[in-house]
């Protein structure tokens, strides 16, 4: 593939935080290191290489930032100090911007106060919704104790609110794939039968779920795998509740503890809190190569989800134990944090991560398993 | 009216000086009665027209220079002063580096250095002072390749020699060395007729097993304590027969071994060790211990040879000149956690890889396995298996933010060398080098690195980043960067190419000597361009590794170079 040399990527990755890159002498110490280095589909120092040398193409079609967990490793051992891992981390930032066709994901990485603005806006509508609409303050408890939450904010209205809302977060990061799939597989020409396609289809759930690749990285007493792991189903199994079975997790009775909903609700609520809680006081404490430099986004991340775990850790608390106002205003509180974190973080922010990793090792098996049989076919027909 | 013109700014001349110009600058415009002053950039260098306009119209008679390299500008303000018709020879030149004043802490004095050159106050910093009495005696401290040279060539100018060495032979690494790049010449050949004559010269008194405990006193006439350690043997009455070690219950790691194997506690670091004598280690010696041993005094056929309740003891000497010539220690590997040295027996060191390749060597030449003796110490020894691939990494230590910041200079051509030598002795051997880029850039060098690629080893461009045991054989990861594909490789041996560092104890000697050290803790010449081996200490040069990482060539030419100084300061002046 010819390619120009674009001489303002450099300005432009910069503008994403990227840090001077110059410092790379192109030795494969983090190539080598890096125990989930694949050909072609993780390579950090030609990353490095891409960036340097200003080939946009294809550092557009290269999937290997999404394949890096950032353990760190390259970054502890590079003997440069050319901190390969926050480049792969900066470079997340320039594809998700990429892939996104409306823009707004580059205008909110490289604009703080378009982002503020942009959660700060969708926030006050939240409220001023909840204004206008005037839903009644029921002050009498049920039966149990309980306050009254359905009577207040109704199961219809707010399901409602929550289908269309993953409607359109939904029809948002499809489309960013889909730009993904354009620049990954279809413009550099990669050829794929359609058959891999459905062989290789299964990998995209399994990772999901599992995040296997992640755990070669937990070497030397890093325990990032079950934090993350932690963190992401218990942020799952919570959207999938709010979203999908409203009607048994909103309710108004009291459920002993032991049964499901409570169970669900509770390992979601520890998993995100105890992920978070490790982020943050890493973060703070730069512990780790991983948390050395922390972008804007990559803090609003952390907070918001802190913020939002919190609010409904409160709600759950005021709700049992019967005090209708603290009740109301929490959860008008809770959904005015929601709201913004899932339409602004997922399509357009670092939240994105979450369907374009699974995507991009479903991608790289694509190109693999095509790559496999194609030199099986000639191994077949050369024998023959 | 006296001008000053700065030759540099901000903090100096980077990795050489961190004196802050400007705020020289700003205090030298407030000196009362002085004309324009001026930083470099400020003038119109090179148009003499415009030049002498700004000289004609401010009236200048004299003109001072200051800075790191004043020089350079002399030649061009002079000839502008003789346009004008001002007297030429009143360009005078302040070098505050060739006074010492590399940093701020020398601020003050490079003030006054200022001072003095306006007042026309001399303040020439003379090397050898020649109001002084010289003493015509030469002390060389260290005793490898560059201070045997220099010391040879000051005794043959019929000059008196000490040379001290810490260790209790002279040699240092090159004595370990079986052959040397890019000739392949044999070490030793060369090394040991050297050797024996500074054993034997007239005008050379050896002080080994030494070290210095103190110096006092101004260039021309220094007054140096030496701590001599116990040696426990009589120097002058061991004939070296050996009986004492066979019989010697006790044990250690051999150092002249790169600890490659173990040594009694009574020994001779090598045959041709010079002097030829044995000499007690005190930290194994069973008798220093406990008071309970003393089989060596009963077999020795010398009487009164060995006295095992020596004391160390100090002699004083004085000397009018030193020549330093610590050299270096290798990198210590075990620094670096993914190479596994020191977890894993095979993963050996370059020096240790020297020492297997060496005839007079644990192993008497042949590679082989490190494995367990009797007593569970890790040995190389001749019974043991040969490795049937070996890779080498380079860059270990060195070229690496991590740890040394440098390029040690000497491990590209030396890794070469020891591929070659692999091969010779395992010629069915598997050998492949991991670089990241090939430093071959003497005479000879790269012709050498030519014929090394054709001696079927694979010389692989990449660093290797992890070294992990598997099974009984080790597998190395790299990328190899001209395919960009990652390599996992299973090889018997790995071979660490480690870098080179200052000596132990070269800090407290750069104290004692008033030396200036670099950031990398090697010791800084007058000008390390023009002027490498002296130092700012007036009658104190350098030679060798301990001034900057180099082979054996450019050591001993260092060490030529400080002995014609030592000598040329000694013939300058009235001698005592
Ligand atoms: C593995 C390896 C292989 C090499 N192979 C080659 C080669 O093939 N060809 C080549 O040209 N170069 C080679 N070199 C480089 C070569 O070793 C050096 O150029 C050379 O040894 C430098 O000599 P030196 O006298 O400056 O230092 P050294 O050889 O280090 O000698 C310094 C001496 O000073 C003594 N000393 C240190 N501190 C004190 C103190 N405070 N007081 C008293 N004495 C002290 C030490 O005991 C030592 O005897 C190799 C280097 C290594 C590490
Ligand atoms: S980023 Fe660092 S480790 Fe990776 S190739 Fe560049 S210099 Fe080497
Ligand atoms: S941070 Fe870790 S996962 Fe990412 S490229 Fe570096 S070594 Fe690989
Ligand atoms: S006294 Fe010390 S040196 Fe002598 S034989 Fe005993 S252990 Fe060896
Ligand atoms: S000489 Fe070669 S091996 Fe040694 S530090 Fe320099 S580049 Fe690395």
Redesign the interface.
């Known amino acids: 593939m010819i390619q120009r040399v674009n001489p303002n990527l450099k300005k432009d990755l910069l503008k994403l935080g990227v840090k001077d890159w110059n410092e790379c002498f192109h030795c494969g110490n983090c190539t080598a290191i890096c125990q989930l280095t694949e050909e072609d589909s993780l390579n950090p120092r030609k990353v490095f290489r891409q960036a340097q040398l200003g080939l946009k193409t294809s550092l557009q079609a290269n999937i290997s930032p999404w394949m890096c967990y950032y353990c760190g490793e390259c970054s502890d051992t590079c003997p440069r100090d050319a901190n390969p891992g926050e480049l792969m981390m900066s470079l997340r930032r320039y594809l998700t911007s990429i892939y996104d066709w409306t823009g707004l994901s580059r205008l909110f990485y490289t604009n703080k106060f378009m982002e503020f603005a942009a959660i700060l806006g969708l926030a006050t509508i939240v409220i001023l919704l909840f204004a206008i609409w005037g839903p009644p303050l029921d002050p009498t408890l049920t039966s149990e104790g309980g306050v009254k939450i359905n009577s207040f904010a109704p199961i219809k209205w707010i399901e409602l609110g929550d289908w269309s809302m993953a409607v359109v977060v939904a029809a948002l990061l499809i489309s960013n794939i889909l730009n993904m799939f354009y620049k990954v597989i279809i413009k550099p020409g990669v050829k794929i039968p359609l058959s891999v396609y459905a062989t290789e289809l299964w990998k995209l759930p399994a990772h999901f779920a599992t995040q296997a690749k992640f755990r070669k990285c937990d070497t030397k007493g890093k325990y990032y795998w079950g934090a993350h792991w932690m963190m992401m189903t218990g942020y799952t199994i919570m959207f999938i509740l709010i979203v999908v079975f409203l009607p048994e997790f909103q309710v108004e009775e009291i459920y002993d503890w032991w049964h499901w909903q409570r169970l669900l609700g509770y390992y979601s609520t520890f998993g995100l809190l105890f992920g978070l809680i490790y982020v943050i006081i890493g973060r703070i404490k730069q512990n780790n190569q991983i948390f050395k430099f922390s972008h804007l986004s990559d803090w609003l991340f952390v907070i918001m989800l802190f913020m939002t775990t919190v609010s409904g850790i409160m709600l759950h608390l005021f709700r049992i134990n019967g005090m209708p106002y603290a009740t109301y205003y929490t959860y008008i509180a809770h959904i005015a944090i929601l709201i913004p974190m899932i339409c602004i973080e997922v399509p357009f922010s670092k939240w994105s991560h979450l369907a374009y990793r699974p995507f991009a090792i479903y991608f790289a098996s694509l190109k693999k398993a095509a790559s496999e049989k194609q030199y099986k076919t000639g191994l077949a027909a050369e024998i023959a | 009216m006296t001008s000053i013109v700065f030759t540099e700014n901000g903090n100096g001349n980077g990795s050489l000086s961190s004196l802050n110009y400007d705020n020289l600058l700003t205090y030298a415009k407030g000196i009362a009665g002085i004309g324009p002053v001026w930083d470099k950039t400020e003038l119109p260098i090179y148009d003499s027209g415009a030049m002498t306009h700004i000289l004609k119209e401010s009236k200048i008679k004299k003109i001072i220079i200051a800075g790191d390299e004043p020089g350079m500008l002399k030649p061009f303000l002079s000839k502008a002063m003789s346009l004008v018709g001002e007297d030429p020879g009143k360009v005078i030149l302040v070098n505050f580096k060739e006074h010492g004043f590399f940093t701020n802490e020398s601020f003050e004095l490079a003030k006054t250095l200022l001072l003095f050159a306006i007042k026309d106050i001399p303040f020439e910093k003379v090397l050898v002072p020649e109001e002084h009495n010289v003493n015509k005696d030469t002390l060389v401290i260290g005793a490898g390749i560059a201070g045997i040279q220099a010391s040879l060539e000051i005794a043959d100018g019929q000059q008196k020699v000490f040379l001290v060495e810490k260790s209790g032979t002279i040699g240092g690494h090159m004595a370990m060395f079986d052959k040397t790049f890019p000739t392949l010449d044999c070490a030793a050949c060369i090394l040991t007729p050297k050797m024996v004559e500074i054993g034997q010269h007239d005008n050379i008194e050896l002080l080994t097993y030494s070290e210095l405990k103190s110096v006092t006193g101004s260039p021309g006439n220094y007054k140096v304590i030496i701590h001599k350690k116990a040696r426990r043997v009589n120097l002058a009455t061991c004939i070296a027969c050996g009986i004492c070690s066979e019989k010697c219950p006790g044990k250690a790691s051999s150092d002249f071994d790169a600890g490659t194997t173990q040594r009694k506690s009574i020994y001779i670091p090598f045959p041709q060790a010079v002097p030829n004598k044995y000499m007690i280690d005190e930290n194994s010696c069973i008798y220093v211990e406990n008071g309970k041993c003393g089989v060596c005094v009963k077999v020795c056929p010398v009487p009164d040879c060995i006295n095992l309740d020596e004391k160390d003891e100090d002699v004083e000497i004085n000397v009018g000149n030193i020549i330093v010539a610590t050299g270096f220690k290798t990198f210590d590997a075990k620094r670096i956690d993914?190479f596994g040295y020191g977890k894993y027996p095979n993963v050996i060191t370059s020096l240790e890889l020297e020492r297997l390749v060496n005839a007079a060597g644990p192993t008497g030449g042949f590679i082989k396995f490190r494995t367990q003796n009797k007593k569970k110490n890790w040995i190389f020894s001749p019974e043991s298996d040969e490795p049937k691939s070996i890779a080498i990494v380079h860059?270990v230590g060195s070229?690496?933010?991590?740890y040394n910041k440098y390029c040690s200079k000497v491990c590209c051509m030396y890794s070469l060398k020891l591929a070659h030598l692999i091969k010779e002795k395992l010629p069915e051997a598997e050998v492949s080098e991991y670089y990241?880029d090939m430093r071959a850039f003497g005479k000879g060098y790269e012709e050498f690195y030519e014929r090394i690629k054709n001696e079927n080893i694979h010389i692989i461009?990449?660093?290797?980043?992890?070294v992990d045991q598997n099974g009984s054989g080790l597998i190395i990861?790299?990328?190899?960067?001209e395919k960009?594909?990652?390599?996992e490789q299973k090889v018997d041996m790995v071979v660490l190419s480690v870098g080179i560092e200052p000596a132990e104890g070269a800090s407290s000697l750069a104290k004692m000597l008033n030396l200036h050290q670099d950031i990398n803790g090697w010791f800084s010449g007058k000008n390390y361009i023009s002027d490498p081996t002296s130092t700012i200490s007036g009658g104190i040069s350098i030679a060798g590794v301990c001034e900057s990482p180099k082979d054996i060539p450019d050591t001993v030419a260092q060490a030529s170079a400080a002995a014609s100084s030592v000598l040329q300061s000694i013939m300058k002046v009235k001698t005592t």
Do not use: H, K, M, P
Not at chain 2, 461 to 466: F, N, P, V
Not at chain 2, 477 to 481: K, Y
């Open positions: 993914q860059c070229r690496d933010e991590n990241i461009r990449g660093r290797t980043a992890q990861r790299t990328e190899d960067i960009g594909l990652l390599i």
